[in-house]
């Protein structure tokens, strides 16, 4: 075990979470940004945040330290095709499972809910948004990009830029459709009088923009840097 598991203050977040994905429960608990923003230092995200850096880099150590990581698992030092393979195993086909559930469950709370907490209309509105926005980025990445990514033909090299840049863009969308999310759902907090539904469809979702969070980060800032984009 490292003597000295806190990370560095100046370290990138992107670069914290490549080294320590255990740290992302604690970005995901505080907000911060890891994926789309992953370029920002932990200093400057702290600073953003209004958080003590003391105390966010004594979470991200203590995460560190409970967590034993499995050194198969470090996805920079997966082939491009085998990391592809990853994301849609692991991320995609968790999305195509869990999506359409919480879509649903959504729009039941905001039904039943929606006059007693207005905030539950305006979530069921971004999770359809969400849901608009993944499901044919998710196509888009299986059918056209991942295959072209695999390939690597030097001549396809600016057109992939291209494309990875375009697919950053998207993430962006994504990120504000989370962020709305965050508002919206109140930090995903659960009232005293919250029904089962109303319950599930927090934890559901909760683990859902986590899931994304790390997804997108995987694509940013491990499979994007590899094409120069």
């Not at 989370?178 to 683990?207: K, M, N, Q």
Request: charged share 30%; aromatic share 4%.
């Amino acid at each position: 075990m490292n003597a000295n598991p806190v990370p560095d203050a100046q370290q990138t977040l992107s670069q914290v979470v490549l080294d320590h994905p255990e740290c992302v429960p604690v970005f995901h608990r505080h907000r911060i940004d890891f994926c789309c923003g992953g370029e920002a230092t932990l200093a400057a995200a702290s600073a953003q945040k209004k958080l003590p850096l003391d105390a966010l880099l004594g979470e991200l150590g203590a995460a560190i330290v409970e967590h034993q990581r499995r050194p198969d698992c470090d996805p920079r030092q997966m082939p491009t095709p085998r990391l592809l393979e990853h994301i849609i195993e692991r991320h995609h086909a968790y999305l195509r499972k869990t999506m359409p559930y919480v879509v649903g469950l959504s729009r039941k709370v905001a039904r039943v809910h929606g006059e007693h907490n207005p905030r539950l209309l305006a979530l069921e509105a971004a999770v359809d948004e969400l849901d608009e926005a993944l499901m044919p980025h998710l196509d888009d990445e299986e059918a056209e990009l991942f295959p072209a990514l695999c390939r690597d033909a030097e001549p396809e090299r600016e057109r992939l830029r291209e494309d990875l840049r375009a697919m950053r863009e998207e993430h962006r969308a994504v990120g504000e459709l989370i962020d709305d999310i965050h508002d919206s759902s109140e930090e995903f907090r659960v009232p005293e009088w919250a029904c089962t539904s109303y319950r599930a469809l927090f934890g559901e979702l909760e683990r859902l923009v986590e899931d994304v969070m790390l997804h997108v980060h995987l694509e940013n800032n491990v499979v994007a840097p590899r094409f120069g984009a």
